[in-house]
């Protein structure tokens, strides 16, 4: 079973910032199968990124993923209020079928 | 427009049996490639996937959970059902539905509100 370990577990920052997130898998993941949720509190997660770097419908350009392998990212390239979150990187394998990691929350400095 | 909505008991014993149903609006069954998911979060903790059906009846669970989870659909009613045995407090959590759009990147790009259930005596 791959494991997803996301770091940091929260992160400070202020808004106009950059923020980069980190998914870091216990063994090598297709990049066509990892994705970023953002989830606000009592909100359900959306989709943000796809296939490591593909942006859902709808999501601004400020938010980008990339990487390969085990290492993946997720940068917000100018925070905004909204933006402010827990982050969730899933990638999709044989068993189980998804596998999500434990959030990065992003809150305000 | 893809919408999706969980409905269900909110409260329920331990040693009981929960029944979820998911109704969804905007896709249908009918299109091959089309999958609904069932995840959960319990409070303040991250996300579980738990299982997944596909438009041809093929069904997927979490390993951990299989001996105690079913999921079944009702393709002209548009609706999931998840329903999972022997509830114990630890399955307290909010349980989402969600859609998986078909031959894609096994993204989930529709979720529901999700319902909140609490297993307690």
């Known amino acids: 079973e791959i494991v997803l370990t996301q770091s940091p577990d929260t992160l400070s920052l202020s808004p106009g910032e950059r923020a980069t997130l980190s998914c870091r898998a216990s063994q090598s993941v297709s990049s066509s199968y990892l994705a970023w949720y953002q989830q606000k509190p009592g909100q359900a997660p959306r989709l943000l990124i796809y296939a490591a770097s593909i942006r859902a419908t709808g999501i601004p350009d400020r938010f980008s993923g990339s990487g390969s392998g085990t290492d993946f990212t997720l940068t917000i390239s100018r925070l905004e209020p909204e933006d402010f979150a827990v982050y969730y990187c899933?990638?999709?394998?044989?068993?189980?079928?998804?596998?999500f990691g434990q959030g990065t929350k992003l809150e305000i400095k | 427009q893809i919408t999706l909505k969980e409905s269900g008991l909110t409260l329920v014993k331990p040693t009981q049996t929960l029944t979820l149903t998911c109704t969804f609006s905007g896709f249908s069954f009918t299109t091959s490639g089309v999958g609904v998911g069932w995840i959960r979060q319990p409070p303040g903790k991250a996300l579980e996937w738990l299982a997944l059906?596909?438009?041809?009846?093929?069904?997927r669970y979490s390993p951990s959970l299989k001996s105690r989870l079913t999921i079944t659909k009702d393709t002209y009613q548009n609706q999931v059902v998840l329903t999972m045995t022997n509830l114990d407090p630890v399955d307290t959590a909010t349980y989402y539905c969600?859609?998986?759009?078909?031959?894609?990147?096994?993204?989930?790009?529709?979720w529901g509100q999700g319902i909140l259930v609490t297993v307690s005596s």
């Open positions: 969600a859609h998986r759009r078909a031959y894609s990147y096994a993204q989930l790009d529709h």
């Open positions: 899933q990638q999709y394998g044989s068993s189980p079928m998804y596998t």
């Open positions: 059906i596909y438009w041809n009846d093929d069904k």
